[in-house]
């Protein structure tokens, strides 16, 4: 090795970042669709005497899912654990010892 070496550092342009997230975003909708779909499918013909509803619920439902995760993906990108934020703390309310040793929030 050569002591003159540099270590780049990869960027990654803010289209492909985009594209990876449109690309996830509809491979999860098919899979929820089609997983809706089939288990529509399963339950129209085991329970509902093959009626149509439980097959367009389930589809439903799956696209429904698809989008939400979607909407999350895209306007809050930095949740499941991807890139750490600031850490949320909630409040414990204070709490104090009876004489019988049970705990009761003090008011």
Same mark, same amino acid.
């Given at each position: 090795?050569n002591s003159?070496?540099? #270590? #780049?550092?990869t960027?990654?342009a803010?289209?492909?970042? +985009?594209?990876?997230?449109?690309d996830r975003c509809l491979?999860?909708?098919l899979?929820k669709?089609?997983?809706?779909l089939?288990l529509? =499918?399963?339950?129209?013909? /085991?329970?509902f005497?093959?009626?149509?509803?439980?097959?367009?619920l &389930?589809?439903g =439902? &799956?696209i429904g899912?698809g +989008?939400?995760?979607?909407?999350?993906d895209f306007? +809050?990108?930095y949740?499941q654990?991807?890139?750490?934020r600031?850490?949320? #703390?909630?409040?414990?309310?204070? /709490?104090?010892?009876?004489?019988?040793?049970?705990? /009761?929030?003090?008011?």
């Open positions: 090795m003159n070496t540099k #270590t #780049t550092a960027t990654i803010s289209d492909d970042i +985009y594209g990876e997230k449109w491979t999860d909708t899979v669709t089609a997983s809706g089939a529509g =499918i399963v339950f129209s013909a /085991v329970l005497k093959r009626r149509p509803w439980p097959v367009l &389930g589809t =439902i &799956g899912m +989008y939400s995760n979607c909407q999350n306007r +809050y990108p949740l654990g991807r890139t750490p600031e850490k949320q #703390t909630i409040p414990i309310p204070p /709490v104090c010892l009876t004489s019988n040793n049970s705990s /009761v929030l003090s008011q």
